[in-house]
């Protein structure tokens, strides 16, 4: 038998020449024809090119990576198929996938530098994934992952019943707030918008399409809802829902002392019988806000008898609501 060949000083000078230069090359595929081997997927909805700027931009407007293609699906195979199709390509594919809810990330989150885009809002509008509502004991909402939550609302409302916890605003969608946390002021009472979540359908790494929740799979479940979508596609999510409120007091109480106005969340926060929804901010009145705010405040409130020197200060703010039914409209004054 003939020994191992031993490498000879030459060989050791050339593998170091090629390494020094660079030499060491990999098979990356040529952009362009990953685009055209995207391009003969068979889909349900399509791809674009033109439009890529649009998906170059977000909220916060620091980042902008431009990607090679959109893809708008036109159902949960074409994002699955897509993802599917990249996987195959190996690791050494330059190609990134990355799906865009409603943009409103503030550092490139939903961007892919030369990849590809997934308009999830574009699955939303295909009219086989429609919000569905289920009363019942445990009512639920089914809701495709770029559905807005404003959308979402409407449709519960339809059967007097809303989700449990939200974010302040609900022109975001379902699985871009379910990527990161989702937080309002029932996050004290019902924890935020991702512990309100009892199942989800993800495309996953591989271009699978899996249902997982606390039961099935459940490792993807807790690794999706604030995994800023690197654990897979939300496709669809299971909300938990609850009778909506019929008549709300809302409440606004401003603070110049930072010590007493967290003293105060914190002791409604966790008093027995207290509001619904109880949110602290910071704001500095800067340009006038609390003149937009008067319709929270009485005539004789300090804020409108100008003994309240705001301007250009920082200020702390308590916004608060109680839920009450239409019998109750003479006591809300009383209790809140
Ligand atoms: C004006 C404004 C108000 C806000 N108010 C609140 C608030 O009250 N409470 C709060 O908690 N947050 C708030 N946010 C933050 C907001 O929740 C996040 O920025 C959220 O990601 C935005 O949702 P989007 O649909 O725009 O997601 P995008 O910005 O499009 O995406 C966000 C991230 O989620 C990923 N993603 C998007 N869709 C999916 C999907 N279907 N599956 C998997 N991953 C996905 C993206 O790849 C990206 O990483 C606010 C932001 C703005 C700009």
Known sequence: MRGAMKPSIVHCLKLLMLLALGGVTMHVPDEDDVVASLGALRLDGHFSFDDAHAAARDFGNRCSLLPAAVLHPGSVSDVAATVRRVFQLGRSSPLTVAARGHGHSLLGQSQAAGGIVVKMESLAAAAARAVRVHGGASPHVDAPGGELWINVLHETLKHGLAPRSWT??????????????????QAFRHGPQVSNVNQLEIVTGRGEVVTCSHEVNSDLFYAAL????????????RIALEPAPKMVRWIRVLYSDFETFTEDQEKLIASEKTFDYIEGF??????????????????????????FQSDGRVLYCLELTMNFNHDEADIMEQVS
């Open 226 to 237: 604030g995994g800023l979508g690197q654990f897979g596609i939300i496709t669809r999510a």
């Open 282 to 307: 910071v704001i500095i009145n800067r340009t006038g806000i609390l003149n937009n705010w008067r319709t929270s405040f009485k005539p004789q409130d300090p804020v409108q008898a100008s003994q």
């Open 168 to 185: 302040d605003y609900l022109h975001l969608t379902v699985g871009g707030t379910l990527s990161n946390a989702g937080v309002s002021g």
